[in-house]
């Protein structure tokens, strides 16, 4: 039931901007788009949700394409703490469809 | 505040047994929701509680199954245990008991499941 699609890897070099792409192209109005990461041998953490504007927190910047389509978690300044896996999900309701993710590799 | 807390971390049992896991949600979450994270599979939804009644559920046999209590605790059962069941069990709860909304969900560290 997966609603989101993600580039399986990308790489980063430590200190650089990572932008990290998420197509949903089924979205419905009322769906929020979540991001999460997993980090080694632990379970997943929030990292920053919206619906239909950029959003900005301690962590990262969600960027959300005008017809909502797609959007793009921003984290500005990449840290080897940030390897992990980053998961784009929509929230519907009390349902988190949760796609396979992609898996961050920072580089020092 | 203390966390999402799940135990046992780590349990080992064989095909045929039975198991049950338990989950202890933040205090004030009502919302408590259940996950089987597979390397092939990634993460499933299971299904999810709040007030104690089911509101929602995966595509997942009938062997698998939860309950939640009063204190918003919660517990999944998995019955005739199959090698594929081996996975991480992932508890998430949040405080919302409404239907829309940004409901941000906070998970715990996982029960390992292992079946031999």
């Known amino acids: 039931d997966a609603k989101t699609t993600q580039p399986n890897s990308m790489e980063s070099n430590e200190e650089e901007p990572v932008h990290l792409p998420c197509n949903h192209s089924?979205?419905?109005?009322?769906?929020?788009i979540h991001w999460y990461r997993q980090l080694p041998s632990q379970g997943p953490e929030y990292v920053i949700h919206g619906l239909t504007s950029n959003v900005n927190n301690r962590m990262a910047s969600l960027a959300i394409a005008e017809d909502r389509k797609s959007s793009t978690l921003i984290l500005h300044r990449a840290t080897l703490r940030d390897a992990a896996v980053y998961y784009c999900i929509l929230n519907t309701g009390n349902q988190f469809y949760f796609g396979t993710g992609t898996s961050l590799t920072v580089i020092p | 505040k203390a966390g999402v807390t799940q135990t046992p971390r780590y349990l080992i049992k064989t095909r045929g047994q039975q198991v049950t896991l338990s989950c202890s949600p933040i205090s004030g979450h009502r919302s408590v929701s259940w996950y089987q994270q597979t390397p092939g599979q990634g993460l499933q939804f299971l299904f999810e509680y709040f007030s104690e009644t089911q509101r929602n559920k995966g595509n997942f046999p009938g062997r698998f199954s939860g309950r939640q209590f009063s204190n918003s605790r919660s517990e999944m059962n998995v019955s005739t245990l199959e090698l594929g069941d081996s996975a991480l069990y992932l508890c998430a709860s949040s405080w919302t008991g409404t239907s829309s909304g940004a409901n941000v969900l906070t998970f715990g560290a996982g029960s390992r499941l292992t079946v031999l």
């Open positions: 089924t979205i419905s109005g009322t769906d929020y």
